[in-house]
């Protein structure tokens, strides 16, 4: 019993002197790092951002292809073997100029009879006319002879538009495309020659939701990016709006025209398209980071005074990890953008340089 008691007293002797040499002294500074007592307590470390007034438009992102302005191919009316070419392929025509010729030498023949028959029926017609003014002819031969007239000329008309049928001309200027026949080939009515392409401006059609619908209308500009040319922006025009909405994708179609002056872009090509549809001029955004959902609210931690205040907002559009705040911030706010989860109402904070992205 006596050597426990011992133990004991022992023991309090050594927990005294320990805690008289780690006690800090009178006028001793705390060690580095430690708050002093009854000092105010270290502030939370957290990123943040001073909010940002400019101009943000909405914008809605589609996807489309090119079309030609205009695109025909050219095909004979007629059968014929072709003669001639009037263009070299891949290069631009005007409208009017002469594309391909075919055989005419049966029709000009033709051509030739008619006028012959013609002229007979003028004769025929005049004798006619002549003779019954004078009493000696009757009223059906000349009935008759001013008949054949007009049906000889309307066979001259015939035989001059199957003649003009042998040479196809460009219907507008544009750029010809490879053609598929060679000079000497027989070609059979309706059969492709050569396509006809109309590529400054071009067309690109593209659908839009129809929760869209009330903000799409002509005059919008749309930016237009294709594969083939990365970091570069081709601006275009919304022309057209069809009136029906596709009961299958519950979206409408849209059609825009973008200028090609450089002759880059090309019909046919998949383009990604940003739709303008509308632009606050002082727009008030942070980062998307900074919002943090609490229920059916919207909150950020704004910095007031160097402690964090919890803010209800609303938001509006959202580009690119940005967000627009219509209610709730003003201009020259500071808000959390990092490290909302140890932060309280009131709680103070420290704001530390954004960690850099790997």
Known sequence: MRRTFLIVVLLIIVSGIGWWFSAPKTGEAPAAGAPAAGGPPQGVAVEAVKVKMGAMA???????????????????????????????????????????????ASLAADMEQARANLGLSKANAERASRLASQGAGT??????????????????????????????????????????????AYVQPGQDIVNLEVIDPLKVDFRVPEVFLALVRQGLTVAITADPFPGRTFPGTVSAIDPAVDQNGRAVLVRARVDNKEGLLRPGQFVRLALKVDESAAAITIPEEAVVPKGEQMMVFKVVDGKAMPTPVKVGKRIQGTVEITEGLVDEDIVVTAGQMKLRPGVPVKVVPAKPEN
Do not use: C, W, Y
């Open 58 to 104: 909405r914008e809605i992102t589609a996807v489309g292809s090119l079309r030609s302005d205009e695109s025909v191919m050219i095909r004979p009316e007629i059968a014929g073997r072709v003669k001639a070419f009037g263009f070299e392929e891949g290069t631009h025509v005007n409208r009017g100029q002469l594309l391909v010729k075919l055989d005419d």
């Open 139 to 184: 009223q059906r031969a000349l009935d008759e002879a001013e008949a054949k007239l007009r049906v000889d000329h309307a066979k001259v008309e015939q035989a001059r538009a199957q003649l003009e049928k042998t040479m196809i001309v460009a219907p507008f200027a544009g750029t010809v495309g490879l053609r598929t026949v060679s000079v000497g």
